[in-house]
């Protein structure tokens, strides 16, 4: 008996170790597409899309919500050591909206594990990624961006894209709450592309 024990043991830790190392690939990655964002005409200068939050939502699809959690904490972590600029806040950012939209998509599609409740996850992860990151940033993180960069010239930069954006409060209804569903519906997409592909080298074997 004592033996089965110590095997059962000793199996739950070499699947611990897999998941870690999986889970600190897939944050790597999510580093490296962190840095390689892109500037969108029709949304603020301010707003770049990556696909970071691609390796995090796979992750979770295979490993579950606080993989994904993981794996988005390291990539930021990674980028505030080798990439930062703004003090923390953009990571910050990056992080909250991130979780906003990886944790809901991955409690829907563990619920039941076929593509109509993975797009219904991605679909209530791209809402709540909106609607809480526009809460996020209204509240905590513009303010905290007016430390190094006077409210104004953010407001001035939507503004040149879209004359309706003229305060804070316009800024987030017309510029960074559409970007967060573009941003979403463009990595749920590329999701189901490549998830049944790659999810195999990512789930347990027994």
């Known amino acids: 008996m004592e ?3 110590k095997a059962v043991a ?3 830790s070499r699947l611990t170790t897999r998941q870690i190392t999986k889970i600190s690939v897939l944050a790597v990655m999510a580093f490296v597409l962190m840095i390689l964002e892109i500037g969108i005409p029709f949304f603020p200068g301010f707003l770049k899309l990556d696909l970071s939050d691609l390796p995090a939502l796979v992750g979770a699809f295979a490993m579950g919500p606080i993989a994904g959690i993981f794996i988005q904490f390291v990539k930021v972590v ?3 050591i080798f990439r930062s600029w703004s003090g923390g806040v953009g ?3 990056n992080f909250m ?3 906003f939209y ?3 998509a991955a409690l829907v599609y563990h619920y039941k594990k076929d593509q109509k409740h993975a797009i219904l996850g991605m679909l209530l992860g791209t809402v709540c990624m909106t609607l809480l990151g526009s809460f996020a940033n209204y509240y905590v993180l513009i303010p905290m961006y007016s430390r190094f960069m006077p409210i104004e010239l953010i407001v001035d930069m939507g ?3 879209n004359p309706r954006i003229v305060d804070i409060k316009t800024l987030v209804i017309y510029g960074i709450a559409p970007f967060n569903v573009f941003k979403g519906l463009t990595i749920g997409a ?3 592309l490549i998830y049944k592909r790659i999810s195999p080298l990512l789930k347990e074997r027994h």
Do not use: D, Q
């Open 91 to 93: 990571e910050l950012a």
């Open 102 to 104: 990886v944790v809901p």
């Open 190 to 192: 590329l999701t189901l």
């Open 97 to 99: 909206v991130g979780v």
């Open 3 to 5: 033996k089965t024990e």
């Open 78 to 80: 990674l980028h505030g």
């Open 10 to 12: 000793m199996h739950r």
């Open 159 to 161: 503004t040149v894209v």
